[in-house]
């Protein structure tokens, strides 16, 4: 298994430049979590899914946009960036709700210049 | 409302010293607690869950539930047990409430 998977692992975008996030999971997990960190700072989570076809806004979402089409992949979408996007974004699943382990991908280290 | 306090941001001990990384939460329900840990540039991952109860890399935490708390503990601190600690509670809901997190640094 490969686990959780996150493409690409660094990015550099200019301001108001477009880009998806891809997040893919080996696991059949039907739980899916976009989280960002930021420097000296704990996770925030942006988005999740409870299944293919189900997303819900977390506590930062504004900026971003996500589709579930699929169990496997959960892609995170960022419009017209902006500085205040400079982060690491770490992608996460899970086989149930919050009672249980979630798994963490590599992560995607995003600057926006 | 849920929520986790990981009152030390930075906690920098010598290498042999006992470490103590403290977790509190706020929950009114039966909690699920875990420690997840993340190596410099690396991903989060998991290190203890309570229901568990058994001791990785030397690490132990035991959930306290009349103080709500789920500290980690180690008698020896090692050089490389330097990361960042994030406490996590899981209840009922889709969403896990994570802590601040707690960088351990290990000096030589």
């Known amino acids: 298994n490969a686990g959780v998977t996150q493409t690409p692992k660094f990015r550099i975008l200019k301001i108001g430049q477009s880009m998806t996030l891809q997040c893919t999971q080996d696991?059949?997990?039907?739980?899916m979590y976009w989280y960002r960190q930021d420097p000296g700072m704990g996770l925030k989570l942006i988005y999740y899914s409870v299944g293919a076809g189900i997303t819900d806004k977390g506590e930062v979402p504004n900026g971003y946009n996500v589709s579930r089409s699929t169990t496997e992949d959960f892609p995170l979408r960022l419009e017209l960036a902006a500085p205040s996007q400079t982060s690491v974004y770490f992608c996460?699943?899970?086989?149930?709700?919050?009672?249980?382990?979630?798994?963490f991908g590599p992560g995607t280290r995003l600057t926006v210049l | 409302a849920q929520r986790v306090t990981q009152p030390e941001k930075l906690l920098s001990v010598f290498k042999g010293a006992p470490v103590e990384l403290k977790c509190n939460y706020s929950?009114?329900?039966?909690?699920?607690l875990f420690w997840y840990v993340q190596y410099s540039r690396q991903r989060l991952q998991l290190l203890l869950r309570?229901?568990s109860r058994e001791s990785i890399k030397g690490f132990t935490a035991d959930l306290n539930k009349g103080e709500t708390s789920f500290h980690l503990k180690k008698p020896f601190a090692q050089e490389e047990d330097s990361a960042m600690y994030y406490c996590?509670?899981?209840?009922?809901?889709?969403?896990?409430?994570f802590g601040r997190g707690t960088s351990l640094i290990v000096h030589p």
């Open positions: 996590v509670l899981g209840t009922g809901s889709y969403i896990p409430t």
């Open positions: 929950y009114s329900g039966s909690p699920e």
């Open positions: 996460a699943s899970s086989y149930s709700a919050a009672y249980n382990e979630q798994f």
């Open positions: 309570h229901i």
């Open positions: 696991m059949n997990h039907n739980y």
